[in-house]
């Protein structure tokens, strides 16, 4: 089982819509998550941290679920500019490298 | 100023060559790495660096080698090249608690083609 999955999408989700995606870690001692975000052709950026009580910025709500070993980000009222892919990041003690896990990245395009 | 930049942005060289890409961060962060971005996205680790510890992906072919001349720079030095080496190449630098705050900064990329 790889340590991070994601849906790769597309999704394509009309603007306005609410679109949520999930993404599963396999790492039971994983102890932070977070979002990046990357556009097409550019380097990926951090979006949002993901606490254990659920966090919101702005239109972008991230929830962590540590029984079943997911996280999701959920998106209110899609912009065109929210095209992007989401990439779930999941860090390890002593996992990797560095022990931050990136995972492939769900795909969202939002349609006019 | 761009915090983390790299260069050359894009490289096309053939197989067999020895190519180098570098990166300098000025946002005075302890530690660097170099990622790896495939065809199909997939960003992987290859390298983190600090003043005291280089991290080795041991998935990383020894053709790949890091040389930092100083805390601000991480170039990654590739020799005989192949075309499976064909990537978007990242720097990326973070302070030591970087897993607190999940924070990477990463350049631009290189994107680097071997025919």
């Known amino acids: 089982r790889k340590e991070v999955e994601q849906d790769p999408g597309p999704f394509n989700v009309p603007e306005g819509a609410t679109v949520a995606f999930n993404c599963t870690y396999s790492?039971?001692?994983?102890?932070?998550f977070f979002w990046y975000r990357q556009d097409c052709r550019k380097e990926p950026k951090l979006l949002m941290s993901?606490?254990?009580s659920g966090n919101e910025d702005g239109r972008f709500t991230a929830q962590l679920n540590r029984a079943s070993q997911y996280i999701s980000l959920l998106i209110r009222d899609s912009k065109l500019s929210d095209s992007a892919t989401y990439l779930c990041?999941?860090?390890?003690?002593?996992?990797?490298?560095?022990?931050?896990?990136f995972g492939k990245g769900t795909h969202l395009i939002i349609q006019p | 100023d761009t915090a983390v930049s790299q260069t050359p942005k894009y490289l096309v060289t053939q197989m067999g060559n020895d190519k180098s890409i570098k990166c300098e961060q000025n946002?005075?962060?302890?530690?660097m790495y170099w990622y790896k971005q495939d065809s199909k996205k997939f960003l992987k680790i290859m390298f983190s660096?600090?003043?005291?510890?280089?991290?080795i992906n041991e998935t990383v072919p020894n053709r790949f080698s890091p040389k930092s001349p100083d805390k601000a720079h991480l170039n990654l030095h590739i020799n005989s090249l192949e075309l499976g080496d064909s990537a978007v190449y990242f720097c990326?630098?973070?302070?030591?608690?970087?897993?607190?705050?999940?924070?990477?900064?990463f350049g631009e990329g290189s994107r680097l083609t071997v025919l």
């Open positions: 946002l005075g962060h302890d530690t």
């Open positions: 660096y600090n003043n005291k510890e280089l991290i």
């Open positions: 993901v606490y254990s």
């Open positions: 790492n039971s001692a994983s102890q932070s």
């Open positions: 990326a630098s973070s302070q030591l608690d970087f897993k607190n705050t999940g924070e990477l900064f």
């Open positions: 990041v999941v860090t390890t003690e002593g996992g990797g490298a560095d022990g931050l896990t």
